[in-house]
């Protein structure tokens, strides 16, 4: 049996693209002949590194998909923090201004002025304690609710 008789069988081969008497034949013919041999060996080895370049580029396409979900909610969560605090700002400046013309109005009770003035500072409380709860969760795992 010559190698003649084989055009192009370490492809079909490799591929398992053969017919199991074509296979035998060849296995049989790869135990008498070296030539064909190393070409196989060589064929192979051409495949292993086709198939680790194909794993390579599939795992830089997650990466890069992945790092996009973690920019996004990297941005999300500094809008997030940004909206916060410029709310913050806004409402401590307008409650302590609203609560300075109150505590300056002499016509409305002690009671009344005090009552009013612990609500403002309780909404700017529970406004910071809120704002600093997202700050929290937003440091503390950016990253953990990225879903691959
Ligand atoms: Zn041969």
Redesign the pocket.
């Known amino acids: 049996m010559?190698?003649e008789e084989?055009p192009d069988a370490s492809m079909a081969y490799l591929d398992g693209e053969m017919e199991a008497e074509a296979r035998r034949r060849f296995e049989e013919?790869l135990a008498a002949?070296p030539?064909?041999r190393a070409e196989l060996d060589a064929l192979r080895r051409v495949k292993e590194v086709t198939a680790g370049m194909r794993l390579a580029d599939r795992e830089d396409r997650d990466w890069e998909l992945y790092w996009g979900r973690v920019y996004n909610r990297m941005e999300r969560g500094a809008g997030w923090i940004l909206l916060s605090l410029g709310a913050i700002v806004v409402l401590v400046f307008g409650a302590y201004h609203a609560f300075l013309s109150i505590w300056s109005d002499a016509s409305l009770p002690a009671v009344i002025r005090i009552g009013i003035g612990c609500a403002l500072l309780g909404i700017v409380i529970l406004f910071v304690s809120v704002a600093r709860q997202r700050l929290y969760a937003w440091v503390r795992d950016p990253y953990r609710r990225v879903q691959r």
Request: proline share 0%.
């Open positions: 010559r190698c084989f013919h002949c030539a064909c």
